[in-house]
């Protein structure tokens, strides 16, 4: 379930919620989700974790890159499960990092709509957030980097976007 951090208390059942994460990840297998009758151009799920798990003073970089890698394993099988008959249908993971509880997996109906996600080219090559966190992407998944940092933000701002080609 997502949350947001009302305190500083101490996160509890860090790992039930992480095993909690890999169920809803795994929820995706054999999935597909077809265009609606409402022609929208993508549909998407936001990461399912409380916040201080991601991001914040309790957050630690192993929890942050095994949440990152449950969403690309849904990402993963939603790929694994498309029916590209049914017409446009791209999937991809977009990525905030270090504010990862912006993170969420996105379904992109509209080809115009994913390219505007992706950018012209990749402002962070060669750098690679899958390497930075060692993740395991799919293999026919790419990854678009682009830093969104604003001049009141006190860290560096990064934008990833991991998912099929266009």
Known sequence: MRQIALSNRSLRGINRRLRALEYWASGFRDQFYPRSVHMERYTHWKIPVHEALVQGPQARIEVQAFCI????EAASRLSSA?????????????????????SEITLFYDRD????F?????????????HALALRTPAQFIEHGH?????????????????EPA
């Not at 890698?69 to 690309?72: D, G, I, M, S, T």
């Not at 950018?119 to 899958?130: A, C, M, Q, V, Y």
């Open 69 to 72: 890698q449950q969403l690309l």
């Open 82 to 102: 498309a029916d590209h008959s049914q017409g446009y249908y791209r999937v991809a993971c977009l990525l905030v990092w270090p504010w990862v509880h912006q």
């Open 113 to 116: 709509y994913y390219l505007g």
């Open 118 to 130: 992706l950018g012209d080219t990749n402002s962070l090559k060669p750098e690679r957030i899958s």
């Open 147 to 163: 830093d969104v940092t604003q001049p009141d933000d006190e860290v560096a701002v990064q934008w990833w976007c991991i998912g």
